[in-house]
C-alpha cells in the first residue's frame, strides 16, 4: 500500500489511543496573526510542559532569516520514513497538504507522560477534531483570538515586508479565518482565549491546562467576542 492510500485511510491503533487517552493534552489554533506561538513558546518556558513536534516530509523553511531545525519547528523526514510510521501504527494522526505530509506521532505522548508533563501542540482545527474524537475531554481545545478585527489586521501586517505582500495573501488569510472560526464556534468544546495582553493570556492558558476541562462565565464572554470578529472579518473588504 503506498503512502496516499495509507494516509488516507489511516486510523491509530488502540495502543496508540491509549497513550493519547492517558496524556494531558493542549492544543493551541488560532486565526494567523493571533499570537498562538507566541504562547506556546511562553508555556513552554515553564515546567511542566513538553512540545509535540509535528513530523513532516515537507523541507525545512527559512523563517525571519533562521533555518528550521529538525525536532525544533517539526521533525523532517522522507517519504519512505514517513509511510514506515504508518505502516508500524506509531502516528495519531497525519494530514495531507498539497504534495508534503505531517503527523503527531505517538512517541511525543509517550514522552509527556514519562515526565508527567502536559502536552502542548500548535494545529490547525482538523487536528483538533481527530485528537477529540480520540481522547475526549483529556484534550483541551483552545482557539486563540486577537481582541478586535483592527488589531488583528495590525498583527498580520506586521508579518509581511510591505503592503503589496499582505494584499496578495489577504485572501487567503481571510478566507482561512472564517473557515477556522466558523468551524470552533459550531461545536462546543473550545475554549477561546482574547489575546489581548500576553502575561494575562499565558496565565488564563496555564489555568485551563492545570484544571479540570470545564467551562465558565469568561468562556461564554470570549465566545461572543469570536462571533463579533467572524462577522468583522465576513463583512471586510479586500485590502
Request: glycine content about 6%; aromatic content about 8%; proline content about 4%.
Amino acid at each position: 500500500m503506498n503512502l496516499e492510500t495509507l494516509a488516507a485511510h489511516y486510523q491509530p491503533n488502540q495502543s496508540a489511543q491509549e497513550v493519547v487517552r492517558q496524556s494531558d493534552t493542549l492544543l493551541l489554533v488560532g486565526i494567523s496573526g493571533a499570537g498562538k506561538d507566541t504562547i506556546q513558546s511562553c508555556l513552554l518556558e515553564k515546567e511542566g510542559y513538553h512540545k509535540i513536534v509535528t513530523h513532516t516530509t515537507r523541507p525545512p523553511r527559512e523563517n525571519n532569516g533562521v533555518l528550521e531545525q529538525d525536532g525544533r519547528e517539526y521533525h523532517f523526514v522522507s517519504f519512505e520514513a514517513m509511510q514506515l510510521l504508518l505502516e508500524e501504527h506509531e502516528l495519531i494522526e497525519v494530514n495531507h497538504y498539497g504534495t508534503q505530509y505531517y503527523g503527531t506521532s505517538v512517541e511525543e505522548f509517550r514522552i509527556a507522560n514519562a515526565s508527567r508533563a502536559v502536552a502542548v501542540g500548535n494545529i490547525d482545527v482538523n487536528g483538533i477534531t481527530s485528537f477529540r474524537a480520540l481522547a475526549g475531554d483529556a484534550v483541551r481545545a483552545l482557539f486563540i483570538l486577537p481582541p478586535s478585527y483592527e488589531v488583528w489586521l495590525q498583527r498580520l501586517a506586521a508579518r509581511y515586508s510591505s503592503p503589496d505582500e499582505l494584499r496578495r495573501v489577504f485572501p487567503e488569510r481571510r478566507q482561512t479565518a472564517i473557515d477556522e472560526l466558523e468551524h470552533a464556534l459550531g461545536v462546543p468544546y473550545y475554549h477561546f482565549i482574547i489575546n489581548d495582553e500576553l502575561d494575562r493570556s499565558v496565565r488564563v492558558v496555564d489555568e485551563i491546562a492545570h484544571r479540570r476541562n470545564v467551562f465558565n462565565r469568561h468562556d461564554d464572554e470570549a465566545r461572543l467576542l469570536a462571533r463579533d470578529l467572524l462577522e468583522a472579518i465576513q463583512a471586510s473588504p479586500q485590502l
